[in-house]
């Protein structure tokens, strides 16, 4: 199985910084990431897939990028709607497999 | 606008079978693009994918290695849904489950979760 490794576990941030997430494969993944936010009580929401595509009705401040086996999820100028857990998901080969989350919190 | 309601107990004594259904409205079960997954999130697990039901000319099932001789995915056409069992739970299987449509392997629809506690 792909390990998927995220990092770091938490983030402290205010509103209007910029963070990035990081997420590493255990081999090589080409560009077969997604990156979903979760919500306390809500399911995942798809964010980004293909490392940088961006979902229809996601705001442009969320970025992606990557190949291979690291990766980064970027938000440019965190907005107060934006403190959750964000996970990245490999789909090159099955099963398929989620990093251990990103929880950014408020600083 | 693709939705996925699922229905099912929240709480099963340890060897007994769960069963969850996931209801689909805005797609079909039998869509030539799109699988049928289940995904199960707990604090010691994180989110573990558990299988997938697909239809392309004829169904397929992909189950977890971890779940394999315990699980059973199943689409029910008449009713354009699909299904969950695991058997002989344990306590290690409580958690959230949540149906999710799957294109290319990225789940972009999820139903709204069934927090699952196997007790006694």
């Known amino acids: 199985d792909i390990q998927m490794t995220q990092s770091p576990s938490t983030l402290s941030a205010s509103v209007g910084d910029r963070v990035t997430i990081t997420c590493r494969a255990s081999?090589?993944?080409?560009?077969?990431l997604a990156w979903y936010q979760q919500k306390p009580g809500k399911a995942p929401n798809l964010l980004i897939y293909k490392a940088s595509t961006l979902e229809s009705g996601v705001p442009s401040r969320f970025s992606g990028s990557g190949s291979g086996t690291e990766f980064t999820l970027t938000i440019s100028s965190l907005q107060p709607d934006d403190f959750a857990t964000y996970y990245c998901q490999q789909y090159t080969s099955y099963p398929l497999t989620f990093g251990g989350g990103t929880k950014v919190e408020i600083k | 606008q693709v939705q996925l309601q699922q229905s099912g107990l929240g709480l099963v004594k340890p060897s007994q079978t769960l069963s969850l259904t996931c209801a689909i409205s805005?797609?079909?079960?039998?869509?030539?693009?799109?699988?049928w997954n289940w995904i199960r999130q707990s604090p010691s697990r994180g989110l573990e994918w558990l299988g997938r039901t697909y239809y392309r000319s004829k169904w397929y099932n992909d189950y977890a290695v971890s779940v394999k001789s315990r699980i059973t995915i199943n689409p029910d056409t008449s009713k354009n849904q699909f299904s969950l069992q695991l058997n002989s739970v344990t306590p290690d299987d409580t958690a959230v489950y949540y149906c999710?449509?799957?294109?290319?392997?990225?789940?972009?629809?999820w139903g709204q979760g069934t927090l699952v506690t196997v007790s006694s």
């Open positions: 805005g797609d079909s079960v039998s869509s030539n693009s799109a699988a």
């Open positions: 999710t449509r799957q294109q290319l392997g990225i789940s972009d629809y």
């Open positions: 081999q090589t993944i080409s560009t077969w």
